[in-house]
């Protein structure tokens, strides 16, 4: 079920806070974790005070369910940013946000992602931050649905033991382990030499078809007569 209304993300020491609305509350949230987690956030103050102190020190906060319409929404977040003293958003008004149900054009969202891309390219992450998101992220559940299911022991042990019994499964394991013996090692020169001769004969054989497509009173009477324009040279 979606909640609508006003939120605010609250870092815990100091009470700055980012404050905005959206028709569906727990939503938006993620949206800005992911925001947050990438470094994509516009608030460059907000950015900088996550990174550097981490995502435990901030709390996601509703201050008020608003049934009333984007209007209404807009008024309220408007209310809350006017009496909020340290605001983390950039612009300090509401409704600068992305619009619910608005979706940018293929041209306006080519051009956010070579933004993005740029930016990113020009401000790398250094370790310290790379290695605060990655501690961030441990533990938490992947944002796309699928990884959210977790099948239970009894249909894991199923699953394991249909594909143990497999064919395929021990067809593709015997591969893998004559792979791993082959390592590193050398083939034959006559594989080599067979593989060539191979290949000279399909191409010999493409040639010819293509010459009797074009020239058919050069179709020999039998398949021998095949053969024996292969042998003969018909084909240059």
């Not at 020491?13 to 800005?32: L, P």
Request: hydrophobic share 35%.
């Amino acid at each position: 079920m979606r909640t609508p209304g006003v939120y605010a993300i609250v870092r815990l020491d100091t009470e700055h806070r980012y404050v905005g609305s959206s028709v569906n509350i727990a939503q938006r949230w993620k949206e800005h974790l992911s925001d947050l987690r990438r470094g994509l956030q516009p608030s460059k103050s907000f950015q900088r005070d996550w990174f550097e102190l981490g995502e435990q020190a901030f709390a996601f906060v509703i201050l008020e369910v608003v049934d009333g319409g984007y209007a209404a929404r807009l008024d309220a977040e408007r209310r809350h940013i006017k009496a909020t003293e340290l605001l983390y958003n950039a612009s300090g008004k509401a409704g600068s946000g992305p619009r619910d149900g608005h979706r940018p054009t293929a041209e306006a969202r080519a051009k956010m992602s070579a933004g993005v891309r740029a930016y990113r390219a020009a401000h790398p992450l250094t370790e310290e931050q790379r290695a605060r998101i990655s501690a961030a992220k441990k533990g938490k559940p992947h944002k796309s649905p699928a990884y959210h299911w977790t099948l239970s022991a009894e249909t894991r042990a199923r699953m394991s033991e249909s594909r143990k019994n497999s064919e395929k499964y021990h067809a593709s394991d015997r591969w893998i382990k004559a792979g791993a013996t082959r390592k590193g090692q050398k083939r034959p020169a006559w594989v080599g030499e067979h593989v060539s001769a191979g290949k000279r004969a399909a191409n010999a054989r493409r040639k010819l078809a293509s010459t009797l497509v074009d020239s058919p009173s050069m179709l020999p009477d039998s398949m021998a007569g095949c053969a024996d324009a292969i042998a003969g040279g018909v084909v240059n």
